[in-house]
Structure formats: C-alpha cells, structure tokens
C-alpha cells in the first residue's frame, strides 16, 4: 500500500523552462513533507521541505506547493538547469513518530533537463 | 559540515555470505536509519534505531539484522546474502525531533 506516489516516472524538460514534478500521499497523519534529489551512485541530498502549516515554502530557483484537502504536493524548479537532471524523492513524516521513524518515500522521479 | 560515511562503495558477495554494511555519522544524531534503493521501487526502510542498543523494524526487515553499540555508528547485517538483496544500501541519520535525514554515499551490493 504506497502512501507517497510519484505518479511520472520521468520528466523531459528544455533547459530555462520550468521543471514540475508531482506528488500524491493517502495518510492523514503525514504533517511534514520534504524533497531531496539524488544522482547516480550518490545517497540524496536534502532540497527542500514544508510544513503541514504552510502551502508554500521557496529557496531560491526551487518552490513546493502544499495542497492539503487535495493530499498533493508538488515543486518546481525555475529555470531548470543541466544539473538538475536527476531523481527527484517526494518524501512525508508522520508526526506519532517525531521523526524518530524516518520518511516515506515515493518512487522517484527522474527529471531529464534536454539542452 | 554534517557527514555520514559508510565503509564501502561497492560490495560484491556471493549467496549464503554473511554480510555487514557499516555506517558511521559524525553529528551526534541520536536517530539512524537504513533503507534500500531499487529502480522502480524508490527508498524502503529495512531498520531504524533511536538510540544505543536500541532498534526497530522498518517496512522491509526480513533477511536482515542490525546493530547499534555506539551512537555513531549503526551496522546492517545479512545474515545469509540471497541474490534478491542485490541493491543501493543507503544509510542515515537524524536529531531526535529532526524530520530531515542526512543520508550517507551509499553501498551498492551484489550479491552473485
């Protein structure tokens, strides 16, 4: 039962455009929801997060969006550049555990930024 | 500048092998964390600890053990290495209250 889905598994975007992948979740007690980006034989970096309080947070060219009666979130990235091409992880923490039981992640996205 | 180091890059064992991943971070986190990455099925979480000697199973501990005798450092075992545990190793760490992991380089392991 996937509670975090990242419905497209690629993305093709040209460079300067803007970048929108997309997140779904199914758990009412996810209250916190980060994205972290990861390149081949890396571990992920930490890109962005949110709060369950907020809608919308933004660092510099990348910006997640919270809709919450629609249980959707969603980042974008403008402009996209070259070296954004990688997997990106939508990932939620349930607030009965304090963060002390991790994340839950989606499958990825893998955004292609074509030249 | 926040650092989790696992001892190996690559990893190639054979079937039946004992196995141990090792994980250290250097942060004082009292929370760690080893997930799996496989193409398609994104990041799944096999064991967490919240501190010394303590653990708990993630979504997907079946094959595997952990091991947790010092803050820093938190260990992953395969008792016995099957072909099906072929993967990216990933480990973690985070404050305790803290919802962001910091994740280490990785372990990609075959296990022929």
């Known amino acids: 039962d996937q509670q975090v889905k990242q419905n497209s598994p690629s993305l093709s975007v040209q460079e300067g455009r803007i970048s929108i992948l997309n997140c779904d979740y199914t758990?009412?007690?996810?209250?916190?929801f980060l994205w972290y980006k990861k390149y081949p034989a890396e571990g992920p970096t930490f890109l962005i997060s949110?709060?369950?309080?907020?809608d919308k947070n933004e660092d510099g060219r990348f910006t997640v969006f919270l809709n919450k009666s629609a249980k959707h979130l969603s980042l974008h990235i403008v402009p996209s550049q070259p070296g954004d091409s990688a997997v990106y992880f939508c990932?939620?923490?349930?607030?009965?555990?304090?963060?002390?039981?991790?994340?839950?992640f989606g499958k990825g996205t893998h955004l292609i930024i074509q030249p | 500048d926040v650092k989790v180091t696992q001892s190996s890059r690559y990893l190639v064992k054979r079937t039946g092998e004992k196995v141990f991943l090792e994980c250290v971070q250097d942060m004082d986190h009292e929370n760690m964390f080893w997930y799996r990455q496989d193409p398609g099925l994104g990041l799944r979480l096999i064991y967490f600890s919240y501190d010394v000697k303590m653990k708990e199973k993630g979504d997907i501990p079946e094959g595997y053990s952990v091991s947790r005798e010092k803050k820093e450092r938190f260990s992953l075992i395969l008792e016995s290495a099957s072909t099906n545990q072929t993967s990216m190793y990933l480990c973690?760490?985070?404050?305790?209250?803290?919802?962001?992991?910091?994740f280490g380089s990785g372990t990609q392991l075959s296990v022929l």
């Open positions: 949110i709060s369950s309080i907020k």
């Open positions: 973690a760490s985070s404050l305790v209250g803290g919802r962001k992991l910091f």
């Open positions: 758990n009412s007690m996810f209250d916190y």
């Open positions: 990932a939620a923490s349930d607030y009965s555990g304090g963060g002390a039981d991790g994340l839950t």
